[in-house]
């Protein structure tokens, strides 16, 4: 059986691996895959803008990504609930946000 080994060029810097897995009403979340920020739309990063500010967040975000908006979008693309996401290990919500900043500041 020949055995796929994935090198830094074919991996996708939105498809995140936790170092610690999170259970959430049994069920296991051991990847957050961002790659539907690719699809969004400029209503859908509105809306999660409107929720930002509701949970209390400043209308500007420049060139930073505050957790609870970090929260939002994550939720938005995946769906997981902020609940869940809310157990996330620091390491894990501090390379996630690096990631995200990344694809909205410096990917192309």
């Known amino acids: 059986m020949e055995k796929t080994v994935k090198t830094k060029d074919t991996e996708d810097f ?4 936790l170092e610690k897995e999170v259970v959430f009403e ?3 979340i051991e990847t957050i895959d961002l790659t539907s ?3 969004m739309t400029l209503d859908e990063l509105a809306e999660i803008y409107d929720a930002y500010e ?6 500007t975000i420049a ?11 994550i ?4 769906g997981i609930p902020l609940e869940a ?3 996330l290990s620091a390491r894990d919500t501090l390379r996630l946000r ?3 900043y990344r694809f909205f500041y410096l990917s192309k």
């Open 75 to 78: 939720q938005n693309v995946t």
């Open 14 to 17: 939105l498809v995140y691996p």
């Open 98 to 100: 690096a990631r995200v």
């Open 85 to 87: 996401l809310g157990r």
């Open 37 to 39: 920020l690719r699809k």
């Open 54 to 59: 509701a949970l209390g967040g400043s209308d």
């Open 26 to 28: 049994g069920n296991k």
């Open 63 to 73: 060139m930073g990504v505050p957790l609870r908006f970090l929260k939002l979008v």
